[in-house]
């Protein structure tokens, strides 16, 4: 069993609508959650992160984790086609920068515009 | 800050080539690592390192060896290359202080094909 499981798409949505992206985990001790974002031939970047139970907002962009089900999402509102890129959910067992990250696969959106 | 950057952006090997894919970074991180990305596979790491002189290996070191001489430099050298190999490398870095925020920053890659 993957440590971190995540569908690989593609996803295609209207813009304007709302997007939800998921992953699963299995070990209870990973503590860390992120959300990278990737361009096309570009290196992922930090988009969310948190470590609680809970919803976490940053603009359009929620992170909500589900520690008890080991299922972290990643919810975009009102999704622009500037959104379109592939997001890698990671995990860890602590918040410092050394820490080891666990990735998903990745899943790839699109935007129509 | 230039940040974490990579060279080359694209290579192209026979099997059995060596060569050294470059990473540095101006951000004085303490903490280097080499991933590569593979369809269907995620961001899998090969080797990292804590700081200089201190290397270690990741999930998928085989066929791969790294070296730090310096903070900012940390290179990942293919001895042999195989067509295995083929892949996307991301070199990263980080601060290991810990605290919201503190993460890992990507470089923008290096595409590998061996033939």
């Known amino acids: ?113 | 800050n230039a940040g974490v950057t990579q060279t080359p952006k694209f290579q192209v090997l026979k099997t059995g080539q060596s060569m050294t894919l470059q990473c540095a970074q101006d951000m004085n991180h303490e903490y280097m690592s080499w991933y590569r990305q593979d369809p269907g596979m995620g961001l899998r790491l090969i080797h990292y390192s804590v700081g200089a002189g201190i290397t270690d290996q990741g999930e998928v070191p085989n066929g791969y060896n790294v070296s730090r001489s310096t903070t900012e430099d940390f290179p990942l050298r293919l001895l042999s290359a195989a067509p295995s190999q083929t892949s996307v490398y991301f070199c990263a870095s980080s601060s290991p202080r810990g605290g919201q925020g503190d993460t890992q920053y990507f470089g923008p890659g290096t595409r590998l094909t061996v033939l």
């Open chain 1, 1 to 113: 069993q993957k440590e971190v499981e995540q569908d690989p798409g593609p996803l295609s949505v209207p813009e304007g609508a709302i997007v939800s992206l998921n992953c699963t985990y299995s070990n209870s001790a990973f503590q860390y959650f992120m959300w990278y974002r990737q361009y096309s031939r570009k290196g992922p970047e930090l988009l969310m992160y948190t470590y609680s139970s809970g919803n976490k907002e940053d603009g359009r962009f929620t992170a909500q984790v589900d520690k008890s089900s080991k299922y972290i999402s990643l919810f975009i509102r009102d999704s622009q086609p500037s959104d379109s890129a592939t997001y890698l959910c990671a995990i860890s067992l602590s918040n410092f920068g050394n820490e080891k990250l666990t990735f998903g696969t990745g899943t790839r959106l699109t935007i129509i515009p």
